[in-house]
DNA sequence: GCTTTTTTGTAGCCTCGACTACATTTTAGG
DNA sequence: CCTAAAATGTAGTCGAGGCTACAAAAAAGC
């Protein structure tokens, strides 16, 4: 049903096989974007859990960037409806923000548990998920969860098949 | 070299989780920096093997990008490097050039391999093979070859047969 | 309470990768 | 050959995400 596609074989309805290419970059592109949005909602999440807040140093300090750039980044996911911030109170979620942590680290411990499974050190696996989580899609995931075995893959109930 | 602290020597799983957090954003951060410049010598590997020329136009449209972007980058590929061009004649790889672009083909494959192997349809593995190709170390490729049965995973071109 | 340190915020600068608009040059058509 | 179309290149703008340096406010120390 789905296009076959391994080569230049554009089934998916006539597409010419630039379109397909140019598409999938697209995709990478944009995945791209919120790569630095979720890497700062799950680390705020993470702060939130285990220290009780998240202060602009600390998350500059986690990511290794200059306090300036987290500021300004935490600037961009107030904009986007991601957080709020109280002056010298730390930063905090919307519940838009903590559905997306819950989410990003759920996908994060998927990945990371996949390399492991195929055979990739637990440190390397470590190391590279933090760059490859941003780029798995849903549909991927499930094909994770499925293969690791777990029954329940995420909430969201996308499933393929 | 361990002076630095009074701490001892960390195993790599015993040091501050802060460094090594940062350790793990600036690697996935360094990796995006590339990703531009390795699907352009990559896919103008590509076209000069299938069309015996790359031209910034067809560049562009495969790219799904502006024609004064690819040029830009190209210009990019140049500075660094990777690419030589002729006015009119197309772009053409350096020997750095052409060694990166397959290199990148080799990684590009593998995961798209790997991918399907564990389960994800050849069309998404297509698609999001394209961003994770580009944060997936040596090391990991080299598990993933292992893992596909391959021999032999031309480790830093270490013979052994 | 006053001073010092830490934290936070701003301002200004950079590179990269995207875009549009315009200019030029080559190629293609008539 | 001369003109129209296509390809190429330049210029200028933008936002994102880095940085340093400086300014101000809060917390900590004395
Ligand atoms: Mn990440
Ligand atoms: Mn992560
Ligand atoms: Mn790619
Ligand atoms: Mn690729």
Chains 1, 2 share one sequence.
């Not at 944009?30 to 285990?50: F, G, K, M, P, R």
């Not at 290794?64 to 709020?84: D, M, N, P, Y």
């Amino acid at each position: 049903m789905v296009t076959k596609n391994a080569m230049p074989t554009p089934l998916c309805g006539e597409l010419p096989a630039e379109a397909v290419q140019a598409a999938r970059f697209e995709k990478a592109r944009s995945a791209q974007a919120s790569a630095v949005l979720e890497d700062y909602v799950e680390l705020i999440d993470d702060l939130l859990t285990s220290q009780g807040e998240a202060r602009p140093t600390d998350i500059a300090r986690r990511l290794g960037v200059s306090h300036a750039t987290a500021i300004k980044s935490i600037g961009r996911l107030k904009r986007e409806g991601l957080a709020t911030s109280k002056l010298y109170r730390g930063v905090f979620l919307t519940p838009r923000g903590l559905d997306l942590a819950a989410r990003v680290r759920a996908r994060h411990r998927l990945v990371v548990d996949l390399l492991v499974a195929v055979g990739v050190p637990p440190h390397c696996a470590e190391l590279d998920a933090e760059g490859i989580e941003h780029h798995v899609s849903d549909t991927a995931l499930a094909a994770f969860a499925r293969f690791l075995g777990h029954e329940r893959p995420t909430d969201d109930g996308a499933e393929v098949e």
